[in-house]
């Protein structure tokens, strides 16, 4: 498996959650990772991303609940989400490629399913 997003889950409004991704080192090792999600009946939104030297950028410039990380010793992305609301329900994604806005490979995504 190249990419492997995981953490999903049900979850209350007002909670945090970590989701993860795991990659294979060929695509770890791609200039960008990035995360999306697609709600219902909604289309996939990128919410950001983070190079391969850790400069991130995020799609909603006030992004202060999204944070998005990673582990290169293990080849692991990260996206922390806090004070989770209902709109947060949605699959979420893992992607990389070389240049932003332009994602080569997903991997399949984790659910999360906020309930109030």
């Known amino acids: 498996v190249q990419l492997q997003a995981s953490g999903g889950g049900l979850v209350h409004a007002g909670d945090s959650l970590r989701l993860s991704c795991a990659a294979s080192?060929?695509?770890?090792?791609?200039?960008?990772m990035v995360w999306s999600r697609q709600a219902p009946g909604r289309e996939r939104e990128v919410i950001g991303g983070?190079?391969?030297?850790?400069?991130?950028r995020y799609a909603d410039p006030s992004h202060c609940r999204f944070y998005i990380s990673k582990d290169n010793a293990n080849n692991m992305l990260y996206l922390r989400i806090n004070d989770l609301k209902g709109e947060d329900t949605a699959v979420y994604y893992c992607?990389?490629?070389?240049?932003?806005?332009?994602?080569?490979?997903w991997g399949q995504g984790t659910q999360v399913t906020v309930s109030s």
């Open positions: 983070i190079a391969r030297y850790g400069n991130t």
């Open positions: 080192e060929s695509i770890f090792n791609l200039p960008l």
């Open positions: 992607g990389a490629g070389n240049i932003w806005g332009q994602t080569d490979y």
